[in-house]
Nanobody, 123 residues
Framework: QVLLLESGGGLVQPGGSLRLSCAAS????????IGWFRQAPGKEREGVLC????????YYADSAKGRFTISRDNAKNTVYLQMDSLKPEDTAVYYC????????????????WGQGTQVTVSS
């Protein structure tokens, strides 16, 4: 059974940082690409970035470039999303997801999702 569990969300001031974690169970993380998505109230879920099995990073949100990074620790079966210089417009529920060995920009390509973690950027 493929399970993903996000953690690390919370309330942070503009300009602050958060590191989200996506813990995987039921499968070998090293064999899977992991994508991070976010959904703000009233908006469609959007891709943020993805890390492939080889460690290649693909950014889907232009706003994340230069501020967000993704990494994976296969030994811990965990993928991380480091978010720096956070802005109020980054406020959303953040999800990690996997569709297998490849990254995809569209959330419709991902059958396996975590429950999400809320990130709120506000002063």
């Amino acid at each position: 059974q493929v399970l993903l569990l996000e953690s690390g969300g919370g309330l942070v001031q503009p300009g602050g940082s958060l590191r989200l974690s996506c813990a995987a169970s039921g499968f070998t993380l090293g064999d899977y690409a992991i994508g991070w998505f976010r959904q703000a109230p009233g908006k469609e879920r959007e891709g943020v970035l993805c890390i492939s099995t080889s460690g290649t990073r693909t950014y889907y949100a232009d706003s994340a470039k230069g501020r967000f990074t993704i990494s994976r620790d296969n030994a811990k079966n965990t993928v991380y999303l480091q978010m720096d210089s956070l802005k109020p417009e980054d406020t959303a529920v953040y999800y990690c997801a996997t569709s297998g060995a490849h990254c995809h920009e569209s959330y419709t390509e991902y059958p396996y999702w975590g429950q999400g973690t809320q990130v709120t950027v506000s002063s």
